[in-house]
């Protein structure tokens, strides 16, 4: 099998400093150069220059890789790990026989992009994982996400006064079905603070797709997601899922308007009033997709410190928990090793509990920690501020 190497011109710019292993999180669980950022770019030159084949080891080695993009910001070259890793999974994704990874394609083709698969396939999860045990961390799918009746979303909320601006909110496709209470606070937060909030209909932004390698299925759900997201006039579009966010904003046009988060949005604009410190000591894990993306990964910070008794550092704090979207699903293994050396580390910050912006990295810390210990932004605010949940 030949890798395409007009699709993957980034090859020749690495010049194996070395810059990037220190902060691959699979490179520290595993010690392996084929499991570093170097390692797997050496792997993919030799099969594009056709002086190795792509052989179970060699593509073991690439599929291990979790997309949490920490090596793109150390990278003097500028390469990026995201696009190269998507542009080889799109070419060798039919043609491996791999099974977890053509099951992940049946699954973002055929369940993710449809709400009502996707709710029976959830549903169907929540009643047999206490059991299987299939979803991050130690434990099984926290009990706050299991079968229970989901509020609907209005799909517009108005200010009480003057509205100081129009914004529309993402719901997205799992965090919408796991997370659908964070959308409501998220709303009325924003109400609240004087925003003219749309909600449109639930959908997939195409992140999963894309680092899946289904790169026209990821470019296609981003493109519907843009449609939805500004078919009215709005100042913001809000997404409150680090992931999505980035994605949306590489497939963003330049007369889009600009992407942010909740916790954002308010730390920049004003209108948030805390009332009351949660206590105890919190980490704030900022999500990898907005710390190695264009996405603001400070701004928000003060407001969520405003909210708590107290803020701690996490020690590499930039450092990957391993759900990494489906990889949590696809590569359990790793993923629990990379969870168990991010949860030794919240121990170390001596933290009560966390704070985490990114579906996928909260369900992880409510496994480890459990719900009550891992907080959405949101929830801080909205719980600082005295709104109730829905
Ligand atoms: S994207 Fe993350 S896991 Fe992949 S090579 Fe870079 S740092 Fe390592
Ligand atoms: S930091 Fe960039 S240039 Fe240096 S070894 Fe890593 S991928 Fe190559």
Redesign the pocket.
């Known amino acids: 099998m030949k890798i395409d190497a007009v699709m993957i011109p980034a090859l020749k710019d690495c010049v194996h400093c070395g810059l990037?292993l220190p902060?691959?999180?699979?490179?520290h669980a595993t010690g392996r150069e084929a499991e570093?950022?170097r390692g797997?770019i050496a792997a993919l030159r030799g099969v594009v220059e056709e002086r190795s084949s792509v052989s179970d080891a060699i593509h073991d080695g690439l599929e291990s890789?979790?997309?949490?993009?920490?090596?793109?910001s150390a990278c003097p070259s500028g390469i990026s790990?995201?696009n190269l890793?998507a542009r080889y999974r799109e070419q060798t994704r039919n043609v491996r026989g791999d099974f977890s990874a053509s099951l992940e394609s049946w699954l973002l083709s055929y369940v993710i992009s449809h709400p009502r698969r996707l709710n029976a396939c959830l549903n169907l999860v929540r009643i047999l994982s206490p059991g299987l045990r299939i979803f991050p961390g130690n434990e099984d799918l926290p009990a706050r996400h299991r079968l229970r009746p989901q509020p609907p979303v209005p799909q517009l909320l108005e200010p009480s006064g003057q509205a100081r601006g129009t914004v529309s909110i993402l719901r997205g496709c799992v965090a919408d079905r796991l997370f659908r209470e964070e959308t409501h606070l998220a709303a009325r937060l924003l109400a609240r603070a004087g925003w003219r909030v749309l909600v449109p209909a639930a959908g997939c932004c195409g992140a999963l797709h894309h680092h899946a390698g289904l790169v026209e299925a990821g470019q296609r759900h981003a493109s519907l997601r843009w449609k939805d997201l500004s078919a009215a006039e709005v100042d913001y579009v809000v997404v409150d899922s680090a992931g999505c966010g980035s994605h949306l904003l590489g497939q963003r046009d330049s007369d889009s308007p600009p992407i942010t988060d909740t916790v954002t949005l308010l730390a920049h604009e004003g209108g948030f009033v805390a009332k009351s410190r949660l206590p105890g000591r919190w980490a704030i894990s900022v999500p990898c997709h907005q710390q190695h993306s264009d996405l603001d990964s400070t701004t928000g910070i003060s407001i969520i410190e405003s909210c708590v008794e107290e803020r701690v550092e996490l020690p590499a704090q930039d450092h990957?928990c391993g759900a990494a979207g489906m990889y949590l699903l696809r590569r359990r293994k790793l993923s629990r090793k990379i969870g168990k050396m991010a949860h030794e580390r919240f121990e170390k910050s001596d933290a009560d509990a966390i704070v985490s912006g990114n579906p996928g990295c909260l369900l992880r810390w409510e496994g480890l920690l459990g719900s009550s210990r891992a907080k959405h932004p949101v929830q801080i605010l909205a719980q600082s501020s005295g709104l109730t949940p829905i």
């Open positions: 990037c902060e691959c999180p699979t490179y570093s950022p797997r890789c979790l997309v949490c993009r920490a090596c793109e790990m995201e890793m990957c």
